[in-house]
């Protein structure tokens, strides 16, 4: 059981696109495999180190091989129960398929001797495939991401997907331009679990990146916006997740 440890995701986000999710998440056509890991917490270094030292390296290459665009492993900062992503980027979903067979066999060859170890720090976990919708990146990723977990009405999500690309991508690339934001991006269901959209901020530290973060909600929900409040009636639950983002490649 290597990193993708009995087949696991993005992003994701995925990761969430490098996202996506990854994060999780910014090219025009990316789609991210992101597995969410529920771990025990006083483990949780050691499969950091694990994570480094050992599946980095077969990660790196792999992107180097053109096999996968991009990768990254992120650790819970504040939120609920996920404790780590580990998020691959393929341009299609064959392609994150097929990755997976590539990364069996490449850890197969190494042997994975800390497998078992990896696995009773995290016991399970949850999948996702999600796909790029939107969003942009200035000089790359921040160390700190946050990530917005939501729930929408399936009949109508499409709608959001629109409101995000037409009203709130604007003002999402003004606090990237603005160096507020280092990155955002907007990812979609594929496969997986009960969220149905991703939204990812990146920046250099939690404590910018939470006083932005409050910055776009007042402007996003404004008083009198309509965009905001149909949003709002589209996706009306969300989960937030705090992460440190440890590795990322590119």
Known sequence: MHLIRNTIVIIGLAAMASSALAQE?????????????????????????????????????MVKDGVITGWGWLAHHTGGKWRRILYYQAPTVDALLDAQNDMDKRFTALGDADNETFGKICR??????????????????????????????????????????????PLLDKYVADGKFTSWGWSSHWVGGEFRRLQTMTAKDHKSLLKARGELIDEMYAEGSKAGEEFSAICGSHVDYMWDIQLETP
Not at 130 to 143: F, K, M, Q, V
Not at 160 to 167: F, G, L, S, V, Y
Request: net charge negative.
């Open 25 to 61: 998440e910014e090219a025009a056509t990316s789609f991210t495999y992101a597995t969410y890991f529920y771990c025990d917490a006083a483990g949780q270094d050691r499969v950091d180190e694990i994570v480094k030292t050992q599946d980095a390296p077969v990660y790196d290459q």
């Open 124 to 169: 399970s976990h949850d999948d996702y495939i999600w796909e790029a919708e939107s969003g942009s990146s200035g000089t790359g990723r921040g160390d700190a991401g946050f990530s917005v977990y939501y729930g929408c009405n399936q009949s109508k999500e499409a709608r959001a997907d629109e409101i995000m690309a037409k009203d709130f991508a």
